[in-house]
């Protein structure tokens, strides 16, 4: 959402709580509201906590990854449909003796022999 969805979303809730505000509210009715607020405040402050924890364990199962894959004694290499290398690992750029940041966005068709392109198309 932005900003501007924001302010409009909070202007829209202001009034519509103006509209439905009632004057006779007791002391210990406003004193449960605050109570409420306060467990839910804990709430999301757990619930934040929890989910920063799930993201670093995420960022790190994605490095654990990055590094099997970028250091995997295969070559792997990922092809878009029109046959540009979209990624590779360093086994792949050793094979095709070039460097990583070189290879990506290039025709993969161009490292086959052309005796077998045919198969490879």
Known sequence: MNK??????????EKKLSANKRKDISESYMMKLVHELEVYQLELEMQND?????????ELAEKKYAELYDFAPSGYLALSKKGEITELNFMAA??????????????????????TRSVFY
Do not use: D, P
């Open 4 to 13: 501007e969805n924001g302010t409009l979303l909070r202007q829209k809730a």
């Open 50 to 58: 929890e989910l920063v924890l799930a993201k670093e364990k995420a």
């Open 94 to 115: 050793h094979m095709l003796c070039k460097e990583r940041s070189l290879l990506i966005n290039k025709m993969f068709q161009f490292y086959i022999s052309k005796e």
